[in-house]
């Protein structure tokens, strides 16, 4: 039996003081990045990684705001799922860069793997819950990501084979993947609505 | 694809969060089902049907047609 209870809009002060609060955490990451990125000897693909780390949680402290916020009647579905995969991903990009200041790599590295392996449980279970749109839009996003990924790494090989360009790290591929997966998971998202 | 679901939701004065729960999916599938950028599957078209108690070709129609 349906409730036949309309949606109830959100108040005027709601909304005010949604926006500042999420205004609040866009100006709290761009202070972070300043922070982080003021030390100009840093190379561009950690740079890369902290800008995409720091979306990543942005996004998802973004996310958890709204899905915290909004409308009781509206079910929460998959967003805590949601969440906790874009929050793993960027703490999992921080890690590499900054705990080895405080604790020895070894045990960094296996927290990683640690943290990998509760993103991948994380993941799996939103595919099984996700609606069939949801699991199309994540269907499109990682194809998006793959054949532009697949042909910029053929083209870079082909240039380094040919010793136009100098070699690039790992590290930096996985900035630029991470980088092109959040843009392609963007337009796969806004073809559907989702914003 | 067109379809009649935001009038046939309209109708019945249900929210789309009464519809989504009534199908089985998000609140955003149901909101890209009714602004067209989303086409169902042919599994979830019957659920459709069946939650408005109308046949297929009444709630979807071809936009080519």
Redesign the interface.
Known sequence: MMSEIQDRPRSLAAKVGLTVVLAGVGAFCGYGMAQLFKDHGAPWPDVLAVAMAVALIAIGLMSAIVLFTRPSTIPKGCGVLQIAVFLLAGVMLLLPMYAPAAIAPDVVFGGIVLLLATQTVANVMLWRRADEMLRQVMAETSAIAFWALQTALFLYAAAERLGMVDSISAWALMGILMAVYLLASIVASARRGIT | MNNRLKVLRAE???????????L??????V??LE?G??D??LP?AFKIARVFEQPIESIFSDSGA
């Open positions: 019945r004065n249900w929210s789309q969060a009464d519809l989504a729960a009534a089985g999916v998000s609140r955003q599938t909101n890209a602004t950028r989303y169902p599957s979830l």
